[in-house]
């Protein structure tokens, strides 16, 4: 069974800062796209950043520029979300995904370009 396992949620407070990590079984995603989405109580789930198969290309959502860094270690076939100056909106549910395709930007930024779903792991940042 192909499963994207992530563990790396939790509770902190606005300001600091936490990494997810989306670690695959069943295959290999070194050929994959990755992306993170996240998907808050009553709201559609949204785009926060995406990476190329390579990791050469990284993609961005504007409201997390500048705070979050995505990247991947293909040896440990896994992708990383790094979370800088976390505020209260950055609360939801995050999602990693994975994709054989090849899309640009605009697919990348799109939920339903994406093969393989993560459980989700939730992120709560207090105020």
């Known amino acids: 069974q192909v499963q994207l396992v992530e563990p790396g949620g939790g509770l902190v407070q606005a300001g600091d800062s936490l990494r997810l990590s989306c670690a695959a079984s069943?295959?290999?995603?070194?050929?994959?796209?990755m992306g993170w989405f996240r998907q808050a109580p009553g709201k559609e789930r949204e785009f926060v950043s995406a990476i190329s198969w390579s990791g050469g290309r990284t993609y961005y959502a504007d409201s997390v520029k500048g705070r979050f860094t995505i990247s991947r270690d293909n040896a440990e076939n896994a992708v990383y979300l790094q979370m800088n100056s976390l505020k209260p909106e950055d609360t939801a549910v995050y999602y990693c995904?994975?994709?054989?395709?090849?899309?640009?930007?605009?697919?990348?930024?799109?939920?339903?370009?994406?093969?393989?779903w993560g459980q989700g792991t939730q992120v709560t940042v207090s105020s």
């Open positions: 995904a994975a994709t054989s395709s090849n899309y640009g930007v605009a697919g990348l930024s799109g939920a339903g370009s994406y093969d393989y």
């Open positions: 069943g295959r290999t995603f070194r050929s994959y796209a």
